[in-house]
């Protein structure tokens, strides 16, 4: 079992930035691939990054691409989400996610474990 946590969210203006922690517990973590989601309000949960466990590989939605870094602390059994140049399009609930021995992917139901979310409200 994993147990996720999430922290770091807030309100932020257009153009600032924030940094998104996941702590994870309860198993081992570096062979999980890690990623981030995140959802809107009425809309679906949508791809943000995620970090392979094989190879440690990053991996971008096109519309973060350049402006969010995702990075792991194997020791700390931590995923990180550094967002710069917010917009007010990236306001969302973020969750942080695990597949163990998974290797990266899009698809939020490939993912075993996630945590409880964490608030993105970006003002223009």
């Known amino acids: 079992q994993v147990q996720l946590v999430e922290s770091g969210g807030g309100l932020v203006q257009a153009g600032g930035s924030l940094r998104l922690s996941c702590a994870a517990s309860?198993?081992?973590?570096?062979?999980?691939?890690m990623g981030w989601f995140r959802q809107a309000p009425g809309k679906e949960r949508e791809f943000v990054a995620a970090?392979?466990?094989?190879?440690?590989?990053?991996y971008y939605a096109d519309s973060v691409k350049g402006r969010f870094t995702i990075s792991r602390d194997n020791a700390k059994k931590s995923v990180y989400l550094q967002m710069n140049s917010l917009k007010p399009e990236d306001t969302a609930v973020y969750y942080c996610?695990?597949?163990?021995?998974?290797?990266?992917?899009?698809?939020?139901?490939?993912?075993?474990?996630w945590g409880q979310g964490t608030q993105v409200t970006v003002s223009s």
């Open positions: 309860g198993r081992t973590f570096s062979s999980d691939t």
């Open positions: 996610a695990a597949r163990p021995r998974g290797s990266y992917s899009t698809h939020f139901y490939e993912y075993d474990y």
């Open positions: 970090y392979s466990w094989s190879g440690g590989g990053t």
